[in-house]
């Protein structure tokens, strides 16, 4: 069966400035928000797993891809959602989480994660192999053409993986493949200063590395698969920070939007969109950059209510509650693997970072034990809701949704909506209900 994100395409060639936004998150609430708001908009869900949450191995979610597949059509099921309108991608799959093997080595893992990712079913596949190995010169640059040969070994597997799944399940959907990964290292920066400097991919490095990409896969026998790439990963100008974001320049972008005019079945795919405004959004899906990849402006907006609920539940009860917030920072200290890189500083000004910082780190920590508990006490402490003027204060939109009858006042349900808040905003940008 063809590949329904390739409307995507058609659709921007035919002038339209239709896109779609992909989820990149493996946390309950925001899956069950993006799903909801899908629901609701009546549109599709493209939701995707970067290969450091979801691997062979079960990455840092504890979860392989046909377990992070599962997961997600629990929640369809549990919300009500056409499972016939949800795509599943894969991100940034390739030598990220292998990179210190050598070459031969690191390229067997990329293979099984690969392997693993189509078996299950996913069907939009980014092949990443943009980054150095252990027998790589590490003071020079990757050229394209070794990056291209790694990729295009990739896509085989992919496509050898996809005729076997036929054999089993002869309705399964063709992948469609996005290559390119001039984007910020999966997760975010480290050292909170490169937002500072972000900068636009040059037109002629564009076409540079889609010509070697096609190259290498054809000389690879990959004809078919290279009629699957549908969109290459650019950097328009746009990455979050610590305290805000680079917006996108429409105007610093012109000539790379202006290029892609110049071909009839690619679209650009950018990353690291989050905490743009929906005007900001919906100018990126009108210049070209149709995939609009957002995953820490998620779990922020989740951290957000979590912190809201939390300070709401300080007032109500003082020593009495689940000191959520404090149980999650005292989680991130013991463990600091997977912000200390990120966030620089004072300690004081750290100790801000860990809890309030847009390059969301405390997402990596919510599945903690310690956390989980925390959090659910705080939730049954609100079973009978949140106390109205409580909620005024801390949570004022969902209050107002309250008091018109339009949601529940249940923590959970307040968690959830403000996560949409959010996700309006990229709905807004990409009509992507015209993709059905």
């Known amino acids: 069966m063809e590949n329904s994100l390739k409307q995507i395409v058609k659709a921007q060639k035919a002038g339209k400035a239709v896109g779609i936004y992909s989820c990149c998150s493996a946390n309950e609430y925001v899956v069950k928000a993006a799903l909801l708001k899908g629901k609701e908009d009546n549109s599709c869900v493209l939701i995707e797993s970067t290969a450091n949450q979801c691997d062979q191995y079960g990455g840092y979610t504890g979860m392989k891809p046909a377990d992070f597949k599962s997961f997600v059509e629990g929640i369809c099921d549990e919300v009500g959602f ?88 002869p309705d399964a959907v063709e992948p469609v493949y996005i290559v390119g990964s001039e984007v910020p290292i999966p997760g975010g920066q480290e050292g909170g200063a490169a937002a500072d400097c972000v900068q636009v991919t040059k037109p002629e490095d564009f076409k540079a590395t889609l010509a070697t990409f ?47 005019k110049d071909y009839d079945n690619i679209v650009f795919e950018g ?29 922020f907006a989740m951290r957000e209510a979590l912190f809201a609920l939390a300070y709401a539940e300080r007032e109500m009860l003082g020593d009495q509650g689940s000191h959520f917030m404090e149980v999650l920072d005292q989680a991130m200290l013991a463990d600091p693997k997977h912000w200390q890189k990120h966030y620089v500083g004072t300690e004081k000004e750290i100790e801000l970072k860990r809890k309030f910082s847009f390059s969301d780190r405390c997402r990596y920590y919510m599945p903690e034990k310690s956390v989980v508990e925390a959090r659910d006490k705080m939730i049954e402490n609100f079973k009978d809701g949140v106390p109205l003027n409580l909620l005024s204060q801390f949570m004022p939109i969902q209050y ?37």
């Open 214 to 260: 096609e190259k290498a896969f054809k000389e690879n026998g990959l004809d078919h698969a290279w009629s699957n790439v549908i969109g290459i990963v650019v950097q328009p100008g746009v990455e979050e920070k610590d305290a805000g974001c680079t917006e996108y320049d429409r105007e610093k972008a012109k000539d790379l939007c202006a290029a892609i």
């Open 82 to 169: 056409d499972k016939s309108k949800l795509f599943l991608g894969g991100d940034h799959l390739g030598p990220l989480t292998f990179a210190s093997k050598n070459e031969e080595e690191a390229m067997k893992e990329s293979e099984e994660l690969i392997r693993c990712y189509v078996a299950a079913g996913f069907t939009k596949i980014h092949i990443d192999t943009s980054m150095r190995v252990a027998d790589d010169d590490t003071n020079t640059r990757l050229s394209d053409e070794t990056i291209a040969r790694r990729g295009a070994r990739l896509a085989k597997v992919a496509e050898e993986t996809y005729q076997e799944l036929l054999k089993t399940n």
């Open 271 to 299: 990353h690291s969109t989050d905490y743009q405004t929906k005007i900001k959004l919906r100018e990126l899906v009108e210049d070209g950059v149709a995939i609009l990849k957002v995953g820490p402006g998620l779990t």
């Open 400 to 436: 107002t949704k309250v008091r018109e009858g339009r949601l529940e006042n249940k923590p959970e349900a307040l968690i959830i909506d403000r996560v949409c808040n959010t996700i309006d905003e990229y709905l807004y940008a990409t009509h992507q209900s015209e993709l059905y």
